[in-house]
């Protein structure tokens, strides 16, 4: 684990939703896999900020890349970070997701702000376990990614928009339950990241079928490193804290949270 301070390449908008922030470090790019996070501390003109969890999006040779929506007043703030400007930025953190699925076809379903790990996952497990579904849910259209996003996907990528207006009319849900009754479930393993109704209706979707799966849990954080104890989750072995037990937990681990 690192904590460095990383001078911005890049930070702009990508479309209704996102925004994209890069920047380049070596050692914060090192053997990172899909799943895991930096805590970023954005600094305001009267002091500091604590610092926020944002997931890897995307490596490319030491360039990092983060996706980001704004959610409130840091992730506002950071929209106005121009290039040059410094952040600190703490990782590689967290548990990834599973990599290998031991021939198993991997489901990814996302939303929101779990869109950028799930897109990191399919970019790199498509290399290994090609057979692979990706279902997107949005509230519409505009909050759609652009197709050079998504190129490196090697798989089906299938949407489903609140308003109809882009792929299939309502929840990434219901698309979910469609491909586990076009195939054996047992076939299959799925990856979640998003709101937490979404990923509790998955995760209730994924015991109806009995198909196992792991979902990286969107709690709020501080440290990041385990040592404020604001990110627990309760699981079947007792209480783990999602930024170092986590973020990544098994269907089967946690308790009362579908
Ligand atoms: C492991 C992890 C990975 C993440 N990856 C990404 C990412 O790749 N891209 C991205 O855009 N965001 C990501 N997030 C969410 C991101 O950390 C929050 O959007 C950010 O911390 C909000 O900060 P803020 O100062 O803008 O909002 P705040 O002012 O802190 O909060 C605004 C409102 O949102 C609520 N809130 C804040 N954080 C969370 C949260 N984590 N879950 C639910 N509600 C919350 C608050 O209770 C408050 O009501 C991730 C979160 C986690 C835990
Ligand atoms: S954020 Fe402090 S223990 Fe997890």
């Given at each position: 684990m690192f904590d460095e301070t990383v001078s911005i390449l890049e930070n702009k908008k990508v479309n209704h939703e996102y925004y994209k922030l890069v920047f380049s470090s070596k050692r914060l790019s090192a053997g990172v896999t899909?799943?895991?996070?930096?805590?970023?501390?954005?600094e305001n003109h009267e002091g500091l900020l604590l610092r926020r969890p944002f997931s890897y999006y995307?490596?490319?040779?030491q360039k990092i890349e983060i996706l980001y929506e704004i959610l409130g007043r840091?992730?506002?703030?950071?929209?106005?970070?121009?290039p040059g400007h410094t952040l600190k930025v703490l990782g590689p953190l967290g548990r990834a997701f599973t990599r290998d699925l031991k021939g198993k076809?991997?489901?990814?379903?996302?939303g929101g702000v779990g869109v950028p790990p799930l897109l990191f996952l399919a970019e790199a497990a498509g290399k290994e376990s090609p057979a692979l579904s990706f279902l997107?849910?949005?509230?519409?259209?505009?909050?759609?990614?652009?197709?050079?996003?998504?190129?490196?996907?090697?798989?089906?990528?299938?949407?489903a928009t609140n308003d109809g207006s882009y792929g299939k009319k309502g929840f990434v849900?219901?698309?979910f339950e469609n491909l586990l009754k076009r195939e054996d479930p047992k076939t299959f393993f799925i990856q979640t990241c998003g709101p937490h109704a979404m990923m509790a209706a998955v995760m209730k979707i994924a015991k109806k079928f009995a198909v196992a799966g792991e979902a990286s849990i969107d709690e709020r954080m501080a440290c990041g490193v385990g040592a404020c104890l604001?990110?627990?989750?309760?699981?079947?072995?007792?209480?783990?804290?999602?930024c170092v037990e986590g973020p990544v937990f098994s269907f089967q681990e946690l308790v009362g949270y579908a």
């Amino acid at each position: 684990m690192f904590d460095e301070t990383v001078s911005i390449l890049e930070n702009k908008k990508v479309n209704h939703e996102y925004y994209k922030l890069v920047f380049s470090s070596k050692r914060l790019s090192a053997g990172v896999t899909a799943g895991q996070f930096l805590n970023i501390q954005i600094e305001n003109h009267e002091g500091l900020l604590l610092r926020r969890p944002f997931s890897y999006y995307r490596i490319r040779g030491q360039k990092i890349e983060i996706l980001y929506e704004i959610l409130g007043r840091g992730t506002a703030l950071l929209t106005e970070k121009r290039p040059g400007h410094t952040l600190k930025v703490l990782g590689p953190l967290g548990r990834a997701f599973t990599r290998d699925l031991k021939g198993k076809k991997r489901i990814l379903i996302g939303g929101g702000v779990g869109v950028p790990p799930l897109l990191f996952l399919a970019e790199a497990a498509g290399k290994e376990s090609p057979a692979l579904s990706f279902l997107i849910g949005c509230k519409s259209k505009t909050e759609v990614l652009p197709k050079a996003e998504l190129a490196g996907v090697k798989g089906e990528i299938l949407y489903a928009t609140n308003d109809g207006s882009y792929g299939k009319k309502g929840f990434v849900t219901a698309l979910f339950e469609n491909l586990l009754k076009r195939e054996d479930p047992k076939t299959f393993f799925i990856q979640t990241c998003g709101p937490h109704a979404m990923m509790a209706a998955v995760m209730k979707i994924a015991k109806k079928f009995a198909v196992a799966g792991e979902a990286s849990i969107d709690e709020r954080m501080a440290c990041g490193v385990g040592a404020c104890l604001g990110c627990v989750v309760e699981t079947k072995e007792g209480f783990k804290t999602s930024c170092v037990e986590g973020p990544v937990f098994s269907f089967q681990e946690l308790v009362g949270y579908a």
